[in-house]
């Protein structure tokens, strides 16, 4: 076999070359004999089996321990010693390569193109751009048994059907490699060889040397570098001054791994040494990971959906190295010996860091750490983060804490989907707590002080779900002092378990509950079985019928006083309801409903009745109660629509008016009173229960009206009403009637001929009354009333109000109203007012801004001042940057309620978007990179 070319003989088949694609003949002397049992041809679409095979199996199976290519680090004297990502020595920045694309090969039919690796692969030399063709040679080494490929002027190397075959035999296509260089030298097979049958397809592995602006391309991965040896069907090959980025799909950004020396030992597996690891795309990173020795795995491997079943592809991307420093702005900040991790958790052992001081802990210093990258863990459970938090408050002293999440689809080797967290955080406090008003200087009870958290849910086959908490604080100050926002808002730390069978309308519940928290006033169950059936049935849908069963032994117990003797001086205990009573408590509750259809109105009669039996009461006798309700319930919707509204000024356009009538009637008659019993089941969380506690003594002289008790609040609202009633003690004699009118008006907005349907206003109103005022609301037949109101301007301005109205000496009156924008990703303001008279008085001007002012900068600022004798209530103003690699921000704090003036500094990555400062708008900051270099 000869070539035209590489014998330089001007031959009359030699075709002149225009296009810079190879364009040689062969020539043979004998007749060729062809055999090629791999050859496989072309399917017309690609098997939907091959989705679902492993992609990992066959590209592991050639390793360092294999002996495919010396994975022993040169000589400390032969390595070029180049700072990874630090600037050189006389300033100049020391960034990759001008990104040179691979240029798309010309489909002209006339490439150089060879078959190699057993018949998996094809190889394509063409030239890198059109402008200058590139010059290619070729020449054959008998004996060697190959045939030499030069390439200059810029060549691009595309290796086709790149496959890799499973253990069950069967080949899953692994996608196009191109690699671009400046100059390539390619060692390819003889092709006289194949066709006489002295040389195999399966002896053709395919090699290529390349140098000058080298680009590497392999599905999403892209590889930048100097010079570069590749091996094309054992993917494997060694890399000078490289540089490889990665996309990350879980956080949006990629990751960018630069090394001296760079070996990829196999298919997606990479060994570097004296590399660097970063998420940022600037030439020199504010932020960096650098090690001596680095293996990134770049893996996909087929896995099953456990929710669906469906076959999945599962990416595994995991770093593993030694000897590491965090480098920030160029300085090393933080050395550890190990380093492991999964690259969707793109922070180095630091998640944040904070950084404040006020007056209640002086100086303070939060930072939580990585606990799987600490520990060397590289393939932490997938939907868990662990955390470790080391901190300092100068005027408290050291705390330790550590927080666990997860959000798994199978839990202990139970499949169902399951989420939780557990947060554990303590302090040797030698300090005292400033809570507010009236609550200076207090001595906490306990001097180790601390909290342990967790919630767990997870949802089994047969429709079993499980349920579980854990709640211990060490006093009952600890949440207020040190979690304000956690104690005012979070539900109460509670310690049991619940398992759930659910079963078409059916729900059956096996529960029990434990009290370690003794200074909050709580019920143990030990334990309680609970069955309820909504909407059953009865006589071909005619009749309705609902239930909640229930039996279980009940341990209720007071709170303790404070030990503070002022404190508890002021301190109600036991709050109305509050008894140490313990027993079984059995209670059946049955409903029985007839809906009837007049026309357009809907009517309900409901008929229900109640015996429940307590062991002890409020005295600690045995009692058992007897309740008969009845009642009717009704609606009325109505509509008209209008298409002739129109107006540019109201964004109308259209204009649809519904409107719905609600009505009922409701009677029940008990034989005993709802305060013969304890409340063992609680109406208030402990920080409304705390609260109450101190102001039945400063607001009512230490003896609470019964107007404001909250069970009697509840009775008023006819919680009774409901199957599902949440607190079954509450339930009396009572006679009331409801009324609600619920309006809505629609129009469309959006692009002519692409128009949605959105609501223009909404305006609620529901009242109640009472025919014996004097029995059940203190003397008022009207009762509490209600209304919710909203116009949304456009998709972005909304005007909304909303009120609360007892008419009752010294009843609660409430009304608030306020306007709101939100541009998402851009920023939010909102400004309202609120008006509080009863047994609270005070009129509040409450105002946020939220405001991303340019591509670097958010401000931010809420203020909250009453009117009243409170005054200055608080205000807070905080700086954002949007740096390049993180956010940092820089906040001032004034708490008048507590006299604290605090001052912050935050630092997170912005690489991986958090929800504590990396939210705008109602949206999340995008990752650096995602749109573009910053």
């Known amino acids: ?198 040389s195999a397809l399966d002896d053709a592995d395919g090699e290529f040397y390349l140098e000058g602006n080298i680009v590497f391309r392999q599905g999403d ?68 990971l650098q090690s001596d020795r680095l293996r990134f795995s770049d893996q996909t491997r087929a896995g099953i959906d456990a929710g669906t079943g469906v076959p999945i592809e599962i990416k595994d991307r995991v770093i593993t190295s030694s000897n590491n420093f965090v480098y920030l702005g160029g300085v090393p900040v933080l050395y550890w010996p190990s380093f492991r991790s999964d690259v969707s958790v793109s922070s180095f052992y630091i998640n944040s860091i904070r950084v404040k001081r006020d007056s209640i802990f002086g100086m303070q210093a939060y930072v939580d750490w990585d606990l799987f990258q600490l520990l060397g863990w590289d393939r932490p459970p997938a939907g868990t983060e662990w955390t470790l938090s080391t901190d300092y408050l100068s005027q408290r002293g050291p705390a330790l804490g550590t927080a666990l999440s997860y959000n798994r689809e199978r ?8 989420r939780g967290f557990v947060d554990a955080w303590g302090i040797r406090d030698r300090g005292v707590d400033i809570l507010g008003r009236g609550r200076r200087d207090l001595v906490p009870e306990s001097d180790f002080r601390g909290r342990v958290l967790g919630r767990h849910r997870q949802y089994l086959a047969g429709d079993y779900e499980v349920i579980a908490e854990v709640g211990y604080l060490s006093d009952r100050h600890f949440l207020d002092q040190y979690f304000e926002e956690e104690w005012d808002q979070d539900k109460d730390h509670d310690t049991g378990v619940r398992l759930r069978k659910h079963y078409h309308n059916q729900q059956f519940e096996l529960s029990a509950e434990a009290r370690v928290n003794p200074f909050y006033s709580d019920t143990q169950r030990l334990p309680r079985l609970e069955h309820y059936l909504l909407g059953g049935s009865i006589l071909g849908d005619r009749l309705t019928w609902s239930m909640k069963n229930q039996v279980g ?33 059995a209670a059946t ?106 102001f039945i ?142 047994p609270i008085t005070s009129q509040v001007l409450r105002s946020s801004y939220d405001y991303r002012m340019n591509e670097k900068w958010i401000v931010t600022a809420a203020n909250t001042y009453d009117f009243g004798s409170a005054g200055n209530v608080g205000q807070n103003v905080a700086l954002t940057r949007i740096g390049e690699s993180f956010l940092l921000r820089v906040g001032l704090d004034i708490d008048r309620g507590r006299d604290n003036v605090g001052v912050s500094f935050m630092v997170e990555p912005r690489f991986l978007p958090n929800r504590r400062i990396g939210r705008l708008g109602g949206q999340l900051i995008p990752a650096a990179g995602l749109e573009g270099l910053e």
């Open 553 to 585: 032994y009940a341990d209720m117990n007071v709170a303790r006083s404070p030990l503070d003797p002022a404190l508890a001086a002021v301190t109600q205990s036991p709050l109305p309801g509050e008894a140490n009573a313990s027993g079984v408590i």
């Open 221 to 288: 991965r892209v590889i930048y570098a100097d010079s570069m040896y590749y091996n094309v069907s054992r993917q494997y090959g060694m890399v000078l001054g490289a540089e490889a980025i990665s996309p990350v799909p879980e956080f949006e950004g990629v990751v960018r791994l630069k090394a001296d020396v760079l070996q990829q030992v196999s298919s997606g597996e990479f060994v570097a040494f004296d590399a660097a690891v970063t998420s940022s795309r600037m030439g020199v990173p504010r932020y960096w």
């Open 1 to 198: 076999m000869t070539s035209d070319r590489t014998r330089g003989v001007d031959l009359p088949n030699a075709l002149p070359n225009t296009s810079g694609v190879w364009t040689g003949q062969w020539t043979l002397t004998s007749e060729p004999t062809v055999d090629a049992p791999l050859f496989r041809g072309a399917p017309d679409s690609q098997p939907s089996l091959l989705a679902a095979i492993d992609a990992d199996a066959a590209s592991l199976t050639a390793d360092v321990a294999d002996g495919l290519i010396e994975t022993t680090p040169l000589p400390p004297e032969m390595l070029p010693r180049v700072r990874a990502m630090q600037p050189g020595e006389d300033g100049e920045l020391i960034a990759p390569d001008e990104p040179l694309l691979p240029a798309t090969p010309e489909d002209n039919g006339n490439r150089f193109q060879l078959i190699v690796g057993g018949g998996t692969q094809s190889i394509e030399i063409v030239s890198r751009g059109s402008a200058i063709p590139a010059q290619i040679e070729t020449q054959n080494r008998m004996d060697t048994g190959e045939t030499v490929v030069v390439a200059r002027g810029g060549v691009t190397v595309v290796i086709r059907d790149v496959q890799a075959q499973m253990p069950t035999g069967q080949l899953l296509d692994l996608g196009t490699i191109s690699l671009s260089a400046d100059r390539i030298v390619g060692w390819l097979p003889i092709v006289t060889g194949l066709f006489s049958g002295t």
């Open 589 to 694: 509750r049955q409903e029985v409903g007839m809906p009837v259809e007049l026309g357009p109105m809907k009517f309900v009669p409901f008929v229900s009745g109640e015996a429940s039996h307590y062991g002890e009461d409020i005295n600690g006798d045995s009692l058992t109660r007897l309740i008969g309700q009845a009642g009717v319930r009704g609606s009325l919707p109505m509509w008209r629509i209008d298409p002739n509204v129109h107006s540019s000024l109201l964004n109308v356009r259209g204009l649809a008016h519904k409107v719905e009538l609600t009505g009922e009637y409701f009677y029940a008659n008990s034989d005993t009173n709802f305060d013969q019993l304890p409340l063992y089941d609680r109406l208030d969380d402990n920080a409304q229960e705390e609260f109450r506690r101190r």
């Open 411 to 418: 839990f202990f080797g139970l499949n169902g989907p399951t």
């Open 697 to 838: 003594f400063t607001g009512f002289g230490g003896a609470l009206p019964d107007r404001f008790d909250p069970r009697t609040y509840s009775l008023r609202h006819g919680m009774q009403r409901w199957v599902t009633n949440p607190s079954e003690v509450v339930a009396d004699d009572l006679m009331q009637g409801r009324l609600g009118l619920h309006q809505r008006w629609q129009t469309k907005r959006g692009v002519p001929g692409r128009e949605r349907i959105v609501d223009l206003m909404r305006f609620d109103v529901d009242t109640m009354f009472f025919p014996n005022s004097d029995r059940d609301n203190f003397g008022e037949t009207l009762g509490p009333t209600t209304y919710d109101f909203r116009y949304f301007a456009g998709d972005r301005v909304t005007f909304l109000s909303d009120g609360y109205f007892d008419y009752f000496d010294r009843g609660l009156r409430s009304i608030s109203a306020g306007v709101r924008t939100s541009r998402p990703g851009l920023g939010e303001v909102y400004v309202g007012v609120m008006s509080l008279d009863g």
